[in-house]
């Protein structure tokens, strides 16, 4: 229900831009959010966003990240500049409506090469 594109190969130093959509059956998304995880350690929040585009991040990419929605559409950007091999992971994007348990999408690679 969640449909995250976007992931790939990119050189560090470049720019990545991901985007997921939610389904025309979640509605009413409070926040929407990607997280990244690494084998071998926990799940983390990249960034997240209100319904009213109060958006946080992670100091690992502030300044280099960009979070927006589109609640029209039900979706998620995050655009990423000035990768880092550190930023290689697999990113998730995530959508909650308050009280109810949230929404994960199906993960994609961004690999950043030095």
């Known amino acids: 229900q969640l449909q995250a594109s976007g992931g790939g190969l990119v050189q560090a130093g470049g720019s990545l831009g991901l985007s997921c959509a939610a389904s025309?059956?979640?509605?009413?998304?409070?926040?929407m959010a990607w997280y990244r995880q690494v084998p071998g350690k926990q799940r983390e929040l990249v960034a997240s966003?209100?319904?009213?585009?109060?958006?946080n991040y992670a100091d690992s990419v502030k300044g280099r990240s960009t979070i927006s929605r589109d609640n029209a559409k039900n979706t998620v950007y995050l655009q990423m500049r000035s990768l880092k091999t550190e930023d290689t992971a697999v990113y998730y994007c995530?959508?909650?409506?308050?009280?109810?348990?949230?929404?994960w999408g199906q993960g994609t690679l961004v690999t950043v090469s030095s």
């Open positions: 966003i209100t319904s009213g585009g109060s958006a």
């Open positions: 995530y959508a909650v409506r308050m009280g109810r348990a949230p929404y």
């Open positions: 025309g059956t979640i509605f009413n998304i409070d926040v």
